[in-house]
C-alpha cells in the first residue's frame, strides 16, 4: 500500500512538471496567518519554482484540513504561525505527530512566546529556551537590535545546506538538543550567543532562566536554532527557532556591504531536506544466493559461501528521479540469530552503480538467521533491511559419504562379514551330525 | 462322578473344539469392535479433530510426511519452531508414529481411497488399540501364560480399560497410540523367541523393538525390562541355550537397529540407560562360556576358574564402566530418570520436568478411575502367577513390580502399567470362573483318607491349576461315556496343563458343591464385569474424550454448551496476521499456535531448550519495561495469553505462571525471583493484596487488561482464584490488545513498534493522550572538574 501511494506519487510528479521535486510529493500546506502571508513570498516563490503546489491556511480556519479520512491530505506542512495561542481543532500537537507517522513532512517555527508548539517540541528531545527569552548577541557590533543575529554557516557542516552560503540572519528563540539519536542539528547559536530577554538586561532574568532551565546560562554554540529531525518512518521535521530568516526582510537583508545574506539559499535548502528531496536514499532491492548459484534459495546449509547484493539509490531532486548511488562508503551487513553471527562490510560494487556486494561464509551453526543492513546516519534517511532465512544443517546425504578416519570400522565391518561368511560355510559344509545333535539339544 | 449341573451328552468333541474356536473369532472381532467404539466418543461428542497438545505436532509432521516425502521429512528443518533457533525435526522426533500414518495414507491412496490424513490420524489410536487387544491375547494365550479364555479376558479389558483409552481416544494422536501395541507384541515375541529358543522370532522381537524405539520414548521401558528378565532367569539359575539364543538375536540386532533412529543415534551405546542392557549381554556371554568350560574340564578345576574370572570380570567390568562415565563418553544418568528415584528431584532441579501434569506423582484415586476393579484384581494374579513360575510368569512378576513402582511416580506410567495389571486380573478371574464353573463335584470321602491325601499332596489349592486332576484320572480309568469325553475337551479348552496334574492321580477333596454357591459367585463376578464396563463406558465418555482443544459445558437445561475459545484465537492469528509474525505464549500452546494459527513461536512442548523457555518466562514474570527489550530481540508480533477467571477455566496462564517464574528464576535468579509474587503472609494472590511485582508483571497486566470494563463498575471477580479483584484495570504501555476471544479464555496482545520519536512508549502513550509532560531539563554536558 505504501509502495502504491509512493508510486502513484512518483506518478504525479512525473506527470505534473518537469520541475525537481520531493521524493514524497509536491502539495504543501502553509499555516500561516493571513497577514504575515506576503512576508515570506521569496521563500514561497522559491518553493513554487521547483513544482510545489502551495495551499495557504490561517491557524484558527477550519479547512483544508489535515487528515481526512485518516489519509493525509497534504505531503509537507509548514506551520509558520509561530505566535498563534490557539489553532483549529484539528491542528494539535498529537495530529502533527499523527502526521509525520502517516510519512508527511513537517516545518515548524517556534517563537519566543509559551504555545502549544512549545511543549511538542518537547517530544522531539528539544528544550525550548524560557518564554521571553530571545536569542542575544551583541558581536558582531552591528546596527541592529541584538536580538538579531548574523550566523555564518559552519564549513564542515552537515550536508544539509549548500556549501559557502553566506551568513544567515537569525532572530527568534533557541533551544537546547537532547540525545535523541534521531536529532539533526542544522544550524547552531554562535558561540558568543545567549537567551536572554531583550532590553530588560537584567542579571535576574538570566539567572531565573538559568534556574529554569537547570543547566547554568543558555548560552553559547550548544545551543540550536534549527534543527531537523528524521522520524522512524523517514519522515522529516524541521524546528526552527525564529520564523523571521524565512522571511523577506532578511533574505534580501545584507550581511556585509554587497554581500546579501545567505536565507534564501539557507531557506531553500532547509526546506530541500524537510520535504525529503535532498540526502533521501533507498534500498531498491537486495538479493541473497549462494555463491555459484543465480536465484535466492528457501534456506541455506551451515558453512555455505553466500553472496548478498543491495542496490541502494538516491533521490536527485534536480531530475525528480531515483538514481543509483554508489556513495556509501561504510555500509555494513550482519548475519544475526539474537546476535549477529558475521558483520561485514558491505562495499560498493566498481563495476554497477548503486550495487553494493559481499561474499561470505554462513556461520557453523543453524537458525533463522537475518541478512541486515541498518544504516544510520544524521541527515540522511535511515537504511533498514531485513531478511528472514533458515540455515539448516547438511542434509542426510549431505555429509561426506567415506571418511579416511574410519577406515579401522571399514575394514572391522569388512572382516566381520568376511569372517562370518567363512565360517558359516565351513559350518554348514562341514560336519552334519554335530549340528543335528545341536539343535535337537536346543530345541529341548 | 457328581455334577453340579448336567452337561449335554450327544456333542461330538470336534464339534466343542470347532464352536469354541469360533466363539473365540467371534469373541475378539466383537473385542476389537467395543475397543474402538469406546474410544469414537470424542468424535461423535464433539468432532473429528486433534486432541491436546502434542498430537497436534505430530499430526502437522505426519502432513510434512504425506505431502513431501520421507526424505523431505527426515531433512526437515522447521524455522517457525524455537525461534529464531529453529528445529531439526527429522532428528529430534520419534518418527514411528508419522511413518506409520504416512505408510496407511499412501496404501489407502494407492487403492483409490482417497481418505484425508487428518481422520488417519484421529482414528490411528482406535485402530491400534484393536491390536493392542489382539496382542494381548496373543501374549496370554499363546505363551500359555494361562488358557484362551483367560486370553479373551485381557483383550477385553484392555480393550476398555480407562488407563488404556486416557491416551488413545480418537484424535489423540500421540506416540503412545501406537506404542502399547509395540510394547505388547514385543513382549509377546521377546517370550516366544525365549519359550522356543527361536532366533527368528527374536530377530522379530528386536525388529518391533526397533519399531517401538521409533515410535516412542518409552521404548527405555523394554530395554531395561527384557535385561532385567533375563538377568532375573540367570540368577534364579534358569539359564538356559534358547535364552542364549534369544537373548543374543533380540539385543545384536535391536541394538544396531535401534541406533538407525536418528533421534537415538549412538544413545544405545553410549548412556547410562541403555547399559543395563549391554552388560547382561556380556554377562550372557560369560555364563555360556563358563558353562562351555564346565562341560569340558572336572568340577574343582571349574569352581577355582570361576571365583577367578568372576572376581577379575567383576573389577574389569566396574572400572571399564567408571572410566567411560568420567571420560564421559558415558552420558550420566538424564534428570528425567533421576525424577523416576526421587520424586523431588524435579521440582527443586528441573522445574520445567516437574511442571508437566502428567508428570506429577499418581494419587490413590486415579489407579482406581483408571484400573478400577482390576486393581485388586492384580496382585492376586501376581500371586497366581508365581503358582506355576515359568519363565514368563516370571516376566509377569518382574513387569508388574516395575511398572507398578513407575506407575506411583508419575501419572502418565499408569499407562505402562495397565497392559500387566490386564493380564494379571484376566488370570485371576479366569481361574475364578473356571472354578467355578467347572460342573464336577469333589467325592465325599472320609476323613482319615483326606487327611492321608492332603498330606501326600500339600498345598493343592481349589483353583483352576489343580481342577483338571480328578478328570483326568477318570479319563485314565478309561470310563468310556461320552460325557466324560466333553469333560476331556472342555478340560483341555478352559485349563492349563499343570504339572501337578500329571503326578498326582488321587480322587478329589476340595470343591464346591452343589449349584447355589456356584452362582452366587458367578453372578457376583457377572456384576462386576457389568460394572466394569459401566465404569469405564463412563469414565470414556465423560472424562477422556474432551479433545481439550474444544470445551464443554453445559447450558441451566443440560444441553451441551461448545466453548470454542482457542479454535477461534487461533484462527483469528491465521486469518488476520502476516504469515511470519512472531507469537510468544507459554511453552503449552506452543504445538496448537502452529499446527492451528500455523504461525512461529518461540517454544512449545518440546522443550528441549530452557534457556528459551526462561526467556519467555522472564518476559511474562517481568514488568513491561524489562520484557519489551526482550520481545523486540525475539521479533515478537504477538503474545498470547490463557485468562480464565471469567468463565472459570482453571488450565490458565495465572494458574501456571509460578512455574514461568520458577523457571526463569533458575537461570536469572537476580533477575525474577518468586518470593517477591507471594504476599509477606505467603499467599499467592490476584487482587488488591497482590504484590506490586505481581501487579506489574507483563502476564497479570495482559489478563487482568480491561476485565473491570465488563463489569461497569462493580467489583470484578476471579471465578478460578475466587478472589476479587481491584476495579481498575492495569494499563499497558508497549502492548496493544489485538483480540480477545468469546469467553475471554484467549487474549491476543500486539507487541507495539518502537516510538516514531525514539521516546519509551511509556512518555509516548501519555502524550498521545493528551497529557502534559513534565518540562524536562536539558542534559547537562559541562562535567563538574575533578581534581
Not at chain 1, 513570498?41 to 481526512?68: C, W
Not at chain 2, 502432513?63 to 529453529?86: I, M, Q
Amino acid at each position: 500500500m505504501v509502495a502504491f501511494s509512493k508510486l502513484f506519487w512518483l506518478a504525479v510528479a512525473f506527470a505534473s512538471s518537469v520541475y525537481a521535486k520531493s521524493s514524497t510529493g509536491d502539495s504543501v500546506l502553509v499555516i500561516v496567518e493571513p497577514k504575515k502571508r506576503d512576508d515570506y513570498n521569496i521563500f514561497f516563490d522559491g518553493l513554487r519554482e521547483k513544482g510545489y503546489e502551495l495551499t495557504f491556511r490561517s491557524p484558527r480556519a477550519d479547512s483544508p484540513v489535515l487528515i481526512e479520512d485518516d489519509v493525509p491530505n497534504f505531503s509537507h506542512v509548514v506551520l509558520f504561525a509561530s505566535e498563534s495561542k490557539s489553532f483549529a481543532k484539528d491542528i494539535s500537537p498529537q495530529s502533527l505527530v499523527t502526521l509525520l507517522n502517516q510519512n508527511t513532512n513537517l516545518l515548524i517555527a517556534l517563537s519566543t512566546k509559551q504555545t502549544p508548539l512549545t511543549s511538542l517540541a518537547a517530544e522531539f528531545s528539544l528544550t525550548p529556551a524560557p518564554p521571553g527569552t530571545p536569542l542575544i548577541s551583541y558581536f558582531p557590533e552591528r546596527s541592529d537590535a541584538p536580538n538579531v543575529i548574523p550566523i555564518s554557516i559552519p564549513k564542515t557542516h552537515s550536508q544539509i545546506i549548500t556549501a559557502n552560503t553566506a551568513p544567515v540572519w537569525y532572530s527568534g528563540t533557541s533551544f537546547a538538543l537532547g540525545n535523541n539519536p534521531l536529532l539533526v542539528p542544522i544550524l547552531s547559536a554562535p558561540a558568543h550567543a545567549f537567551a536572554a530577554e531583550v532590553d530588560g538586561g537584567s542579571a535576574d532574568s538570566l539567572v531565573d532562566a538559568a534556574e529554569k532551565g537547570g543547566e547554568g546560562l543558555w548560552a553559547g554554540s550548544q545551543l540550536g536554532v534549527v534543527a531537523g529531525f528524521q522520524a522512524r518512518t523517514g519522515a522529516r521535521i524541521v524546528w526552527t527557532g525564529g520564523v523571521e530568516m524565512f522571511s523577506d526582510e532578511y533574505a534580501q537583508k545584507e550581511v556585509a556591504k554587497g554581500v546579501p545574506s545567505g536565507n534564501k539559499q539557507f531557506a531553500q535548502d532547509t526546506a530541500a531536506w524537510a520535504f525529503q528531496e535532498s540526502q533521501v536514499l533507498r534500498i531498491d532491492k537486495i538479493e541473497h544466493h549462494k555463491l555459484n548459484a543465480t536465484a535466492p534459495s528457501e534456506q541455506y546449509t551451515i558453512n555455505d559461501q553466500l553472496i548478498y547484493t543491495a542496490y541502494i539509490s538516491k533521490f536527485n531532486p534536480d531530475k525528480g528521479t531515483w538514481q543509483p548511488y554508489s556513495g556509501l562508503k561504510d555500509l555494513q551487513l550482519e548475519f544475526t540469530m539474537l546476535d549477529p553471527h558475521v558483520r561485514v562490510a558491505l562495499p560498493a560494487d566498481k563495476g554497477t552503480p548503486g550495487k553494493y556486494s559481499v561474499q561470505f561464509r554462513a556461520p557453523d551453526r543453524h537458525g533463522v538467521f537475518k541478512f541486515i543492513v541498518d544504516y544510520k546516519r544524521k541527515g540522511l534517511t535511515h537504511l533498514f533491511s531485513s531478511t528472514t532465512v533458515p540455515v539448516v544443517p547438511p542434509r542426510h546425504d549431505g555429509y561426506p559419504r567415506f571418511l579416511s578416519a574410519a577406515w579401522p570400522y571399514y575394514i572391522g565391518a569388512i572382516s566381520t562379514s568376511v569372517g562370518f561368511f567363512l565360517f558359516s560355510t565351513i559350518w554348514l559344509a562341514g560336519e552334519i551330525k554335530e549340528v543335528k545333535k545341536g539343535k535337537g539339544h536346543k530345541a529341548e | 462322578m457328581p455334577t453340579a449341573y448336567p452337561l449335554p451328552s450327544n456333542v461330538a468333541p470336534g464339534t466343542v473344539a470347532n464352536t469354541a474356536s469360533l466363539i473365540r473369532i467371534v469373541a475378539l472381532a466383537l473385542i476389537s469392535g467395543a475397543a474402538i467404539a469406546s474410544r469414537l466418543f470424542a468424535v461423535i461428542n464433539f468432532e473429528s479433530i486433534i486432541h491436546e497438545f502434542d498430537p497436534w505436532f505430530n499430526y502437522r509432521a505426519t502432513r510434512v510426511l504425506a505431502s513431501k516425502g520421507f526424505y523431505e521429512f527426515w531433512n526437515w528443518f522447521d524455522p517457525t519452531a524455537w525461534y529464531p533457533l529453529g528445529r531439526v525435526v527429522g532428528g529430534t522426533v520419534y518418527p514411528g508414529l508419522m511413518a506409520t500414518s504416512g505408510v496407511i495414507y499412501n496404501f489407502l491412496h494407492a487403492i483409490n481411497l482417497p481418505v484425508d490424513i487428518r481422520n488417519i490420524c484421529v482414528l490411528l489410536a482406535p485402530g491400534f488399540s484393536a491390536l493392542t487387544a489382539w496382542a494381548t491375547y496373543m501374549q496370554v494365550f499363546t505363551k500359555e501364560m494361562k488358557d484362551s479364555s483367560a486370553g479373551l479376558l485381557a483383550a477385553a479389558f484392555i480393550a476398555i480399560v480407562p488407563g488404556y483409552i486416557s491416551r488413545s481416544v480418537a484424535g489423540s494422536y500421540d506416540n503412545e497410540a501406537i506404542a502399547i501395541f509395540l510394547l505388547m507384541f514385543t513382549f509377546f515375541l521377546w517370550i516366544r523367541a525365549l519359550k522356543i529358543g527361536s532366533a527368528l522370532f527374536g530377530t522379530l522381537a528386536a525388529v518391533f523393538y526397533f519399531y517401538m524405539v521409533a515410535a516412542w520414548g518409552g521404548y527405555v521401558f523394554i530395554t531395561n525390562m527384557i535385561p532385567l528378565h533375563a538377568l532375573v532367569l540367570i540368577v534364579m539359575g534358569r539359564f538356559s541355550n534358547r535364552l542364549y539364543v534369544a537373548y543374543s538375536s533380540w539385543y545384536a540386532i535391536g541394538t544396531l537397529a535401534s541406533m538407525q533412529v536418528p533421534f537415538v543415534g549412538f544413545q544405545p551405546v553410549k548412556t547410562s540407560e541403555h547399559m543395563g542392557a549391554l552388560a547382561v549381554f556380556g554377562l550372557l556371554q560369560i555364563v555360556a562360556f563358563a558353562q562351555l568350560v564346565r562341560s569340558h574340564v572336572s568340577d574343582q578345576q571349574f569352581q577355582k576358574l570361576l571365583k577367578m574370572g568372576v572376581i577379575v570380570i567383576g573389577l574389569l567390568g566396574t572400572v571399564t564402566f567408571g572410566v567411560l562415565t568420567l571420560k564421559g563418553w558415558i552420558a550420566p544418568w538424564t534428570g528425567r530418570f533421576y525424577s523416576l528415584w526421587d520424586t523431588g528431584y524435579a521440582k527443586k532441579y528441573i522445574p520445567i520436568i516437574a511442571s508437566v501434569s502428567e508428570h506429577q506423582p499418581t494419587a490413590w484415586p486415579s489407579f482406581f478411575m483408571d484400573l478400577q476393579f482390576l486393581i485388586f484384581l492384580f496382585p492376586a494374579g501376581v500371586i497366581l502367577c508365581f503358582r506355576q513360575l515359568r519363565d514368563e510368569h516370571l516376566f509377569v512378576i518382574i513387569y508388574a513390580v516395575m511398572a507398578s513402582y513407575f506407575a506411583g511416580v508419575m501419572v502418565r506410567l499408569i499407562l505402562t502399567l495397565t497392559p500387566v495389571v490386564c493380564v494379571t486380573a484376566a488370570i485371576t478371574l479366569s481361574s475364578l470362573l473356571d472354578t467355578y464353573i467347572d460342573p464336577s463335584e469333589p467325592d465325599v470321602v472320609d476323613d482319615s483318607k483326606s487327611e492321608a491325601n492332603s498330606a501326600t499332596t500339600p498345598g493343592t489349592p481349589a483353583n483352576g491349576a489343580t481342577q483338571p486332576t480328578p478328570k483326568k484320572a477318570k479319563k485314565a480309568a478309561a470310563a468310556s461315556t461320552s460325557q466324560s469325553t466333553l469333560s476331556s475337551t472342555i478340560n483341555e479348552l478352559t485349563s492349563s496343563t499343570s504339572p501337578a496334574s500329571k503326578k498326582s492321580g488321587a480322587p478329589r477333596q476340595k470343591g464346591i458343591f452343589g449349584i447355589d454357591s456356584r452362582l452366587l459367585i458367578i453372578t457376583h463376578t457377572l456384576f462386576m464385569l457389568v460394572y466394569f464396563v459401566i465404569h469405564c463406558t463412563w469414565v470414556t465418555s465423560h472424562a477422556y474424550s474432551s479433545p481439550s482443544v474444544v470445551l464443554a459445558s453445559s447450558n441451566p437445561d443440560g444441553s451441551q454448551h461448545i466453548i470454542d475459545d482457542f479454535r477461534e484465537a487461533y484462527y483469528w492469528l491465521r486469518q488476520n496476521t502476516p504469515q511470519d509474525a512472531v507469537v510468544m505464549s507459554w511453552w503449552d500452546y506452543g504445538y496448537q499456535i502452529a499446527g492451528m494459527a500455523d504461525r512461529p513461536t518461540l517454544v512449545d512442548n518440546n522443550t528441549w531448550n530452557n534457556t528459551h523457555i526462561a526467556t519467555v518466562g522472564k518476559a511474562m514474570s517481568s514488568s513491561e519495561e524489562v520484557a519489551y527489550p526482550i520481545l523486540r530481540k525475539h521479533d515478537v508480533d504477538y503474545v498470547l495469553v490463557i485468562f480464565g477467571a471469567l468463565i472459570g477455566y482453571s488450565g490458565d496462564d495465572i494458574n501456571k505462571f509460578l512455574w514461568m517464574i520458577r523457571i526463569a528464576q533458575g537461570v536469572w535468579p537476580d533477575e525474577v525471583q518468586e518470593s517477591s509474587f507471594f504476599t509477606p503472609q505467603g499467599d499467592y494472590r490476584v487482587d488488591e493484596r497482590a504484590t506490586p511485582t505481581m501487579r506489574n508483571s507483563l502476564m497479570y497486566k495482559m489478563s487482568y487488561y480491561r476485565f473491570a470494563d465488563l463489569y461497569g463498575g462493580n467489583q470484578p471477580m476471579d471465578r478460578v482464584r475466587q478472589q476479587q479483584l481491584p476495579k481498575q484495570s492495569p494499563t499497558l504501555d508497549y502492548l496493544d490488545e489485538a483480540f480477545t476471544s468469546e469467553n475471554w479464555i484467549v487474549r491476543i496482545y500486539k507487541v507495539k513498534n518502537e516510538d516514531l520519536l525514539g521516546r519509551d512508549l511509556k512518555s509516548a502513550n501519555a502524550f498521545a493522550e493528551g497529557k502534559k509532560r513534565k518540562r524536562s531539563k536539558p542534559v547537562p554536558r559541562r562535567k563538574a572538574l575533578t581534581v
